[in-house]
């Protein structure tokens, strides 16, 4: 089903429910959008492996590829 249909189909549910469902329906939707904000957040452990990966790019000591190369290995890895 394409999301178009879904949207249509979900807003018929919101048009015709009553009051419980039109709570259980807010629920879901803030607790499926707490979800996916915590998905992007960083904790003190990973800004200090992110720091430690940088500084080990910025003196040259990790492995690293310019842009034309990772396009090529991209398209290596998708045949």
Same mark, same amino acid.
């Not at 949207?7 to 015709?16: F, N, Q």
């Not at 200090?48 to 940088?54: G, I, Q």
């Given at each position: 089903?394409?999301?178009?249909? #879904?949207?249509?189909?979900?807003?018929?549910?919101? *048009?015709?429910?009553?009051?419980?469902? /039109? $709570?259980?329906?807010? @629920?879901?939707?803030?607790?499926?959008?707490?979800?996916?904000?915590?998905?992007?957040? #960083?904790?003190?452990?990973?800004?200090?492996?992110? *720091?430690?990966?940088?500084?080990?790019? /910025? $003196?040259?000591?990790? @492995?690293?590829?310019?842009?034309?190369?990772?396009?090529?290995?991209?398209?290596?890895?998708?045949?």
């Amino acid at each position: 089903m394409a999301t178009l249909d #879904l949207k249509k189909s979900v807003l018929k549910y919101i *048009d015709e429910a009553d009051e419980r469902l /039109l $709570k259980l329906m807010k @629920a879901l939707a803030e607790s499926y959008q707490e979800d996916s904000q915590e998905d992007f957040l #960083l904790n003190e452990d990973d800004y200090y492996k992110l *720091d430690k990966r940088r500084d080990l790019h /910025l $003196k040259g000591k990790s @492995a690293s590829n310019t842009w034309d190369e990772v396009k090529k290995n991209a398209r290596n890895a998708a045949r």
